[in-house]
Each structure stands twice: as structure tokens, then as C-alpha cells.
T-cell receptor, first 115, second 114 residues
Framework: QKEVEQNSGPLSVPEGAIASLNCTYS??????FFWYRQYSGKSPELIMS????GDKEDGRFTAQLNKASQYVSLLIRDSQPSDSATYLC???????????????FGKGTKLSVKP | DTGVSQDPRHKITKRGQNVTFRCDPI?????LYWYRQTLGQGPEFLTY????????KSRLLSDRFSAERPKGSFSTLEIQRTEQGDSAMYLC????????????FGQGTRLTVV
């Protein structure tokens, strides 16, 4: 069973702090990892993708990948109230033949940034 | 490119009726996914296509659900004999299987079964 696990939260941080969101996945063959942001009543919006071990930075967002530990994280620096949303981790699994497989989501972590 | 488009945005139906949703993916994308999302949960995988081929279907999906992508472009998701438990947001996403396999979502179709 291919699974993506996230702490459901809520995670509450003060404005200006660093928010740290974590995700683990079950299949070592996974190749592609994504973070989506979802505001209440809206559809998910892609904010970060990461494909190799290490860090990837984009503005205030940093995605971190550790394939050996099967762990992905998202750091949000200088958190703003507008960052308050649910953050979804998604993993693109590989099929047994090595081709790109399904895209599986975690249940999401709700982030609240307090002014 | 206008992004992924879903129609209708909202659908209210009576229990037992059939409903059909449409998804138009980003034009150059060859992969199309359908998900269902209920309040407080992440998107739950239903099925996905690569071009016109349906590659995987969730075991959670009952026989009342069927999806098609006849020419590898738009897709339809039909739910027959709707039940109250089918009330959810139905999300469509598309991606390209080449490098940068990022999937983008449409705005979703919110189904309410009364």
C-alpha cells in the first residue's frame, strides 16, 4: 500500500516565524515530490516540486528531500497570515517497470499564522 | 493556455440520479487524474489516464463510477445512482510525463447529493 503521511495539525506559528511541515512516504522507488497549498474551499495549488536529495529554495519556501529516510519537508520563512492554509504533500510513485506511476496525496497539515 | 478547466463548478442532484463531470486538461499534458476530496481530508485518488488509456483505478471506486478520456484530451467522470456519501469535491489534475512531472488542478466540481 503506497502511503503518504502528514501530521494533520493544526500547526500554529506567529507571524514572521519559520513554519516547518513534514511528510513521510512508504515507497523507496518514488522519484517526484510536491507540496501544494490549499485554501479553504479552493483547489490545491502547486508551490514546490523536488526530485533529488537536498534542499530547493524558492522565495520564502524551501523544500527538503531525504530519500534514504523517505522524508520530505517544507519550510516557510517569515510566515505571513496569508500563508494560513492546508499544505498537502504529494508523491509520484514509480511502477514496477520503472515508469511514472500514480500521484498520491497526504491528508494535509493545517497551518495557522497568527498576526 | 488557460489551465485545467472543470465543468460544472457546482452540482446538486437527488439521490439515485446520474451525474457527469467534465475536465479539460492543459493542452500539452498527456496525463489526467481524478480525485475526490471531502472536508478535512486530502485528495483521494480515483483514477488516472495517460493519453486515452486508463492506467489505474482505485480499489475504493465502486462500479457506479466510470471515467473516460476518448481522444486523449478531455475526460468525463460519471457517477451512476448517486448516494449521499458521494457528496464531495471532485478534482481533476493534469501533468506531462516528461521531465518536470508537475500536476496542476482545476477548480473542482462540488457535488451535493440530497
Amino acid at each position: 500500500q503506497k502511503e503518504v503521511e502528514q501530521n494533520s495539525g493544526p500547526l500554529s506559528v506567529p507571524e514572521g516565524a519559520i513554519a516547518s511541515l513534514n511528510c513521510t512516504y512508504s515507497d523507496r522507488g518514488s522519484q517526484s515530490f510536491f507540496w501544494y497549498r490549499q485554501y479553504s474551499g479552493k483547489s490545491p495549488e502547486l508551490i514546490m516540486s523536488i526530485y533529488s536529495n537536498g534542499d530547493k529554495e524558492d522565495g520564502r519556501f524551501t523544500a527538503q528531500l531525504n530519500k534514504a529516510s523517505q522524508y520530505v519537508s517544507l519550510l516557510i520563512r517569515d510566515s505571513q497570515p496569508s500563508d494560513s492554509a492546508t499544505y498537502l504533500c504529494a508523491v509520484n510513485y514509480r511502477n514496477y517497470g520503472g515508469s511514472q506511476g500514480n500521484l498520491i496525496f497526504g491528508k494535509g497539515t493545517k497551518l495557522s499564522v497568527k498576526p | 493556455d488557460t489551465g485545467v478547466s472543470q465543468d460544472p463548478r457546482h452540482k446538486i442532484t437527488k439521490r439515485g440520479q446520474n451525474v457527469t463531470f467534465r475536465c479539460d486538461p492543459i493542452s500539452e499534458h498527456n496525463r489526467l487524474y481524478w480525485y475526490r476530496q471531502t472536508l478535512g481530508q486530502g485528495p483521494e485518488f480515483l483514477t488516472y489516464f495517460q493519453n486515452e488509456a486508463q492506467l489505474e483505478k482505485s480499489r475504493l471506486l465502486s462500479d457506479r463510477f466510470s471515467a473516460e478520456r476518448p481522444k486523449g484530451s478531455f475526460s468525463t467522470l460519471e457517477i451512476q445512482r448517486t448516494e449521499q456519501g458521494d457528496s464531495a469535491m471532485y478534482l481533476c489534475a493534469s501533468s506531462w510525463t516528461g521531465s518536470g512531472t508537475e500536476a496542476f488542478f482545476g477548480q473542482g466540481t462540488r457535488l451535493t447529493v440530497v
